[in-house]
């Protein structure tokens, strides 16, 4: 039996979980720089010690409504495979509300019906403390045709 460890953030009234391993850090709010001519949910560029990071409004990705950025909101700052190439991104969420140990073999397979939009975002679906909380698989999270289009936009604003 294989326990792992989460983190646990909210978008809306929803839970979501990244596994621990994949995410670098949680910092509060910083200012964008927006990239222009890319998919709305792509809201640009941070500057994290130096370092070049990708934000993505998950509410966006998700299909929730856009909802003003406070000093509440919060990027999780993870990484993700895409093909070959390993990659930082930002996710753009509500708040982050705990880590906790998940015994993998509980998590559900995540049903077809009412999550079809976001079935291919997902490893799965578990109950914690009598909530559902959706699993995400974050190399899936961005599209190769994404991941090219930021990286050229991230090239093209560093000029």
């Known amino acids: 039996m294989a326990v792992g460890k989460y983190t646990v953030f909210t978008l809306d009234n929803e839970r979501y979980a990244v596994p621990i391993s994949k995410v670098q850090e949680v910092i509060r709010f910083t200012p964008i720089t ?19 990071i990708p934000v993505i409004d998950m509410r966006l990705k998700f299909g929730l409504p856009e909802k003003p950025y406070n000093d509440r909101t919060v990027f999780i700052i993870v990484e ?37 939009f976001k079935t291919k975002y997902l490893n799965g679906i578990i109950q914690i403390g009598g909530e559902m909380v959706m699993i995400l698989n974050l190399d899936n999270i961005l599209t190769t045709e994404e ?12 000029k």
């Open 80 to 116: 993700f495979f895409s093909g070959e190439d390993l990659y930082h991104t930002g996710l753009i969420v509500d708040g982050v509300k705990e880590v906790v140990e998940i015994d993998e073999d509980k998590i559900e397979k995540t049903p077809e019906v009412g999550f079809k």
């Open 34 to 52: 927006p990239l222009h001519d890319v998919n709305p949910f792509l809201k640009g560029v941070i500057n994290l010690r130096g370092k070049i």
């Open 147 to 158: 991941v090219v289009e930021l990286e050229q936009k991230m090239i093209v604003s560093q």
